[in-house]
């Protein structure tokens, strides 16, 4: 496994648009963190996001999570990059030549995969609980390291969401198109939650209802529901219009498990590629 990832990281070394995309992602996570501690002054009203209670813990978990995996767009671009660049490059042929299996290059890449998503996630942990320190209301010890399971679904979403993008680079093999194709994919799985909608309201129909959960980005979704409701001052606001929010925001074994499951399809399909076609 050392030899595999020491291969990649050689080739990631010397790939400057990858460089850049990672730490653009590190540096937009932090800045968002700085953004919601500024303090910012509206006619005399001083208003500060991190006084409305998003870095308490242990809601700081939930909330960080959810704001962080809408930024994996960025490492998403690096891991189909990577993938496209052995085809266009042709360093895939060439390390098959050297001698590497067709498994253990798809090995290879998985590693990279689970890298980055591990990376990803301590720094999710270091930053959360930084900010946590310095302005949660709650510092015991039984609050702060509850509610982990989102950092935890965090981690599986990224490593889902990359292999995903890791087997449409090697299905399209050009980096734009496999990304023209994620976003095509997600307006597909948008048109569905509205044909669903439309069926509900008109018919009374609601089976897609249950089809929705097992697609791929969804059940990724689904694994870190929004956090705005969660806030009191949004419970407040919605209180005093008479709505009520009821929403189910934890982490369940059965969406984790879907997930799970559409990571392994992704990595079998891939494989089926790579296995089936002439390099």
């Known amino acids: 496994m050392l030899r595999l990832l020491t291969i990649e990281f050689q080739k990631l070394r010397y790939n400057k648009s990858a460089k850049i995309l990672t730490i653009t992602y590190f540096i937009l996570i932090t800045a968002i963190a700085l953004f919601a501690s500024y303090e910012f002054d509206f006619g005399g009203i001083n208003f500060r996001l991190a006084d409305q209670g998003i870095f308490n813990f242990p809601y700081i978990w939930h909330f960080n999570s959810w704001i962080a995996a809408w930024l ?5 671009i690096v891991i189909v990059s990577i993938m496209a660049n052995e085809y266009s490059n042709r360093t895939l042929k060439q390390n098959l030549i050297d001698g590497l299996s067709k498994k253990e290059f798809l090995i290879s890449k998985f590693l990279t995969v689970i890298v980055f998503s591990i990376l990803s996630t301590i720094f999710l942990f270091i930053v959360s609980l930084t900010l946590g320190f310095i302005f949660s209301d709650y510092n015991e010890i039984s609050i702060i390291f509850s509610d982990l399971e989102f950092v935890f679904a965090y981690f599986i979403k990224l490593v889902a969401f990359f292999s995903f ?6 299905l399209i093999k050009r980096s734009a198109f496999a990304l023209g194709f994620l976003i095509f994919w997600q307006i597909v799985e948008g048109g569905i939650r509205l044909i669903s909608g439309l069926f509900k309201w008109k018919f009374d129909i609601d089976f897609i209802d249950k089809i929705i959960p097992f697609l791929p980005l969804e059940s990724m979704s689904n694994l870190i ?23 189910d925001y934890a982490v369940h074994w059965y969406e984790i498990v879907i997930v799970l499951v559409w990571t392994a399809i992704f990595l079998r399909l891939s494989y089926y590629l790579l296995k089936k076609r002439d390099l």
Do not use: H
């Not at 994996?72 to 998403?76: C, E």
């Not at 993008?165 to 090697?170: E, G, T, V």
């Not at 529901?225 to 009520?244: D, H, V």
């Open 72 to 76: 994996k767009v960025f490492l998403a």
């Open 165 to 170: 993008c890791m087997f449409l680079a090697i």
């Open 225 to 247: 529901n929004e956090p705005i409701t969660r806030l009191n001052i949004i419970k407040s606001a919605a209180n005093q219009l008479g709505e009520n929010f009821q929403r």
